[in-house]
């Protein structure tokens, strides 16, 4: 099977930075997809950003400008760094990524989530 463990998640003050970082694990072939999702609570899961193995990147409008996404393929990781951190920034943030499995072919995995506080 395929793990995703998120780290970095902590508490910060406003303006301030955080780098979250996501490593897929298991019987992977190839990831076509990864992406980083928020949930605040009472508030519908979002995507943050995402790459797809092509290189391309997607941002919310929310974090454009002051998150980029990032993934080291050799050690199947992903990265988020979040510069210019808001109080509005305040949620759990999840790993997502489709990959490629030898038996199953392509699934959707998600990781058990990294809380991320920001304080004014």
């Known amino acids: 099977q395929v793990q995703l463990v998120e780290s970095g998640g902590g508490l910060v003050q406003a303006g301030g930075s955080l780098r979250l970082s996501c490593t897929a694990s298991?019987?992977?072939?190839?990831?076509?997809?990864m992406g980083w999702y928020r949930q605040a609570p009472g508030k519908q899961r979002e995507l943050v950003a995402a790459?797809?193995?092509?290189?391309?990147?997607n941002y919310a409008d929310s974090v454009k400008g002051r998150f980029t996404i990032s993934r080291d393929n050799a050690k199947n990781t992903l990265y988020l760094q979040m510069n210019s951190l808001k109080a509005e920034d305040t949620a759990v943030y999840y790993c997502?990524?489709?990959?490629?499995?030898?038996?199953?072919?392509?699934?959707?995995?998600w990781g058990q989530g990294t809380q991320v506080t920001v304080s004014s």
């Open positions: 997502n990524a489709e990959v490629v499995t030898p038996w199953v072919g392509e699934y959707d995995y």
């Open positions: 790459t797809t193995g092509g290189g391309s990147t």
């Open positions: 298991g019987s992977i072939i190839s990831i076509n997809f």
